[in-house]
């Protein structure tokens, strides 16, 4: 308001000094919002620069460090192949490489496209496009089918775009260069859509509720402010004929009757009410699937269940690092390439007192010197000597191990893939580590058993590692989708305006009111499709029955979808 320059209670002599210079305030106010107006965006940039310029010189000085390691060991990672193909593919009509691979494959298969990144489409176009211009020998051309449906994918953290299948045939990047260009109008040509529209998998209960309940998501989104509306529009399946008999059930609790219980609680309790109730319907516990968005909430799930006496498989259960008999052979091997590692022979005495049945805490004190260790080993019947075994390559020395210890009769199939590493590591032979405890301590975690067969056993599994699964029973408990977590991307810039070309920007309100907002909107519906999708992936692994459980204050859409249609819920 130009006329209240002052509060009621303000001298008046002083209100009247100020109406008086009011003409000069609104001229200094009005510079200052075209200032302001110009200057804005570059300041907010240059603030963003600021605020990621310590990470942005950390992880250039670690591409430095990893350029010289490359060229010392002429070797290059995997991840890069792709920019190589692509700087040649975007510049040249037909590659040498891929002239010759066209002469040879007329027809391709590509599955999953809704996880397939712009570069890697790219990439294959040259393929595509050679096959869909060259007769076979019966007269056509090559074809080539692409799958894929964009409520599954789940995958855009490792570079997947689900945009660019929803634009097909048109192609990423065409309107500035003239070889894309061309492929694209190739595809154009010959571009046929077909929506598949029967469900194989689930009964007809599960389907008709996911049909409904996620067209009830969609309809609650502005068709111009979400992605959801216009990905979500084809989302109605048939179920096969006479597939019926399934069921679905929502269990709700609000915060409040939680009471001294965490969320993370009630779902382990509801989980394990749950599998008896399955059990007494005849199901086996290998039948049913409890999915997690998070694997904290998995590893909780799983160590309540084990508790209570329920055998459950799951990504830590299948570790290799947890098995008691590898365990030991890691112990061993510390021990042996690096003598005073106390704790790895106190690994190795509880597990010969576990096996003994003697008292852990009688023999601990036997691990301060190496010489009382041994020849407590040895008493026990174990000859054990690391300096009489260093000379040995990893597989010889872990051979003799598993024979000093009397594991080889077990058959344990953790210990047997446990020797597929220790091989693979003596055959590469890689300089980049002294010795096979340091590979271990860097890529140990990632070392898994497949799933046992015939293991009678419930599946606990982040919905990622679901993905192209199905279970006759799928148990999902909801959790909130932090969609206000930072996102970051880099952008181009001018030089002329910035003090660098390149800059890693964090897409949040520090972009609101400057020329760079849409990033920022760009990545909210991309967010907003990423934690639907997830849900969508996790409602579909069911055949026969599928358990929803959710907080009502961190989920109100779930529950008032079963509010509004008046499905049957439990609280």
Not at 43 to 65: A, G, P, R, T
Not at 183 to 206: A, P, W
């Amino acid at each position: 308001n130009q006329q209240q320059w002052t509060a009621k209670t303000t001298d008046p002599l002083i209100t009247e000094k100020i109406h008086a210079i009011a003409p000069q305030l609104i001229q200094v106010f009005n510079e200052l919002q075209t200032y302001k107006e110009k200057y804005f965006t570059k300041y907010q940039i240059n603030k963003s620069i600021k605020d990621s310029i310590f990470s942005v010189s950390l992880l250039h000085q670690i591409k430095h460090e990893l350029d010289n390691m490359k060229q010392e060991e002429q070797t290059m990672h995997i991840s890069e192949t792709n920019q190589y193909i692509a700087k040649i593919v975007q510049t040249e009509a037909i590659p040498y490489i891929y002239e010759r691979l066209g002469d040879r494959y007329k027809y391709f298969f590509i599955d999953e496209f809704q996880d397939t990144s712009i570069l890697q489409w790219q990439n294959l176009l040259p393929l595509i496009s050679e096959a869909l211009s060259t007769e076979t020998f019966h007269g056509e051309t090559g074809k080539a089918a692409v799958f894929g449906d964009v409520k599954q994918a789940i995958y855009r953290f490792r570079g997947g775009d689900v945009r660019q299948f929803q634009r097909l045939p048109a192609v990423e990047g065409s309107e500035h260069n003239r070889i894309i260009n061309e492929r694209e109008q190739k595809l154009k040509e010959q571009f046929h859509e077909i929506n598949l529209g029967v469900n194989y998998r689930s009964r007809e209960e599960i389907v008709a509720f996911n049909n409904d309940f996620f067209e009830y998501r969609r309809q609650n989104q502005k068709e111009n402010d979400s992605y959801v509306f216009s990905m979500y529009k084809d989302l109605k399946q048939n179920p096969m004929t006479d597939n019926k008999g399934g069921g679905l059930c929502l269990s709700t609790i609000s915060k409040d009757n939680l009471r001294e219980m965490t969320y993370n609680d009630y779902v382990a309790l509801r989980c394990l009410e749950i599998i008896k109730q399955l059990q007494s319907d005849g199901y086996n516990f290998s039948d049913i699937a409890i999915l997690t968005r998070k694997n904290e909430m998995g590893s909780f799930i799983n160590k309540y269940l084990s508790e209570n006496a329920v055998p459950v498989i799951s990504v830590d259960s299948l570790l290799l690092q947890y098995d008691a008999d590898v365990a030991l052979l890691l112990a061993c091997l510390s021990c042996i390439y690096t003598p005073d590692n106390s704790l790895s022979r106190a690994i190795i005495i509880k597990y010969i007192c576990k096996l003994k049945q003697l008292p852990f805490e009688k023999y601990l004190s036997v691990v301060k010197t190496n010489s009382l260790f041994i020849k407590t080993l040895s008493d026990f019947g174990f000859h054990f000597m690391p300096s009489k075994l260093a000379h040995l390559n990893v597989y010889e020395l872990t051979e003799r191990l598993i024979g000093i210890f009397d594991i080889q009769n077990k058959n344990n199939p953790f210990v047997m893939a446990f020797m597929g590493v220790v091989m693979q590591f003596q055959i590469n032979a890689s300089k980049q580590y002294l010795h096979f405890m340091e590979f271990w301590e860097a890529n140990g975690n990632s070392f898994s058993l497949s799933n046992p067969e015939g293991m009678d056993a419930v599946n606990v599994m982040s919905i990622h590692k679901a993905k192209g699964l199905e279970f006759p029973v799928v148990i999902y408990p909801h959790q909130k989708e932090n969609l206000s977590n930072p996102s970051y991307a880099w952008l181009n810039l001018n030089q002329d305006e910035y003090p660098i070309d390149i800059a890693y920007i964090k897409l949040g309100n520090n972009l609101n009111n400057t020329d760079y907002v849409y990033l920022y909107e760009e990545e909210k519906k991309l967010k907003e499709l990423d934690a639907l999708n997830v849900d969508y992936v996790a409602y579909t692994r069911a055949e026969e029955r599928l358990y929803l459980i959710t907080e009502k204050e961190k989920n109100p859409q779930v529950s008032a979808y079963f509010e509004a249609t008046a499905v049957p819920s439990e609280t």
